[in-house]
């Protein structure tokens, strides 16, 4: 189980600071967008294309990473006052019911969407570019798919986590910045 967990994480991690890098040529596209049209009087007509399909791949990608980290919002106020055993069996219970069933429709509707995309091979309506998107509409798919093995993963932090009564932690790879600032604070 915690060989599994492990390479759910690694497998996610791998994916999320990979799709990461899509930040960088998002900057570089809309940076080159604002300069020929306000500079040079010149828009293009693919650009925002381009940074919406780059946003959309990055926001799906790093859903599974996000997951890992135990980085997606939720109204803890209550849930972090509980022993560990009860919220680990909250979460399965909520896995079991919401989570699957929620991303296995993810995943199915998006394999319909997307092979019907790729059947015409579908472009972009927004702009008179034409810029074709059936292959981003395949990410929805692989987005889910990530989604579900790191669902399962959590799925084995939770029994763990009801065995033990401790969670067992993702690894440490980024740190807050509120976290550098108070380790500073008490270091000086």
């Known amino acids: 189980m915690v060989g599994f967990i492990r390479f759910a994480d690694k497998l996610s991690a791998w994916f999320g600071r990979t799709f990461a890098w899509l930040i960088i040529l998002m900057t570089f596209g809309v940076s080159y967008e604002v300069v020929v049209r306000y500079v040079f009087n010149a828009p293009t007509t693919w650009a925002l294309d381009v940074s919406f399909i780059m946003y959309g791949t990055l926001f799906m990608m790093g859903g599974a990473y996000t997951l890992s980290r135990g980085g997606h919002v939720r109204g803890d106020f209550i849930y972090r006052l509980w ?15 919401f989570f699957f069933p ?15 995309s790729w059947g015409y091979t579908e472009v972009s309506v927004n702009s008179p570019a034409g810029i074709p998107i059936f292959q981003f509409k395949t990410v929805i798919v692989a987005a889910g798919l990530l989604l579900f093995i790191q669902g399962i993963a959590q799925v084995c932090r939770c029994i763990l986590a009801m065995r033990t009564g401790a969670w067992m932690p993702a690894e440490a790879d980024v740190q ?13």
């Open 176 to 188: 807050e910045t509120e976290e550098l600032l108070l380790h500073q604070g008490d270091a000086a």
């Open 102 to 116: 929620g991303v296995t429709a993810l995943i199915l509707s998006g394999w319909k969407y997307s092979s019907r």
């Open 83 to 97: 022993p560990v055993r009860v919220q680990a069996g909250v979460d399965l219970v909520l896995y079991i019911l």
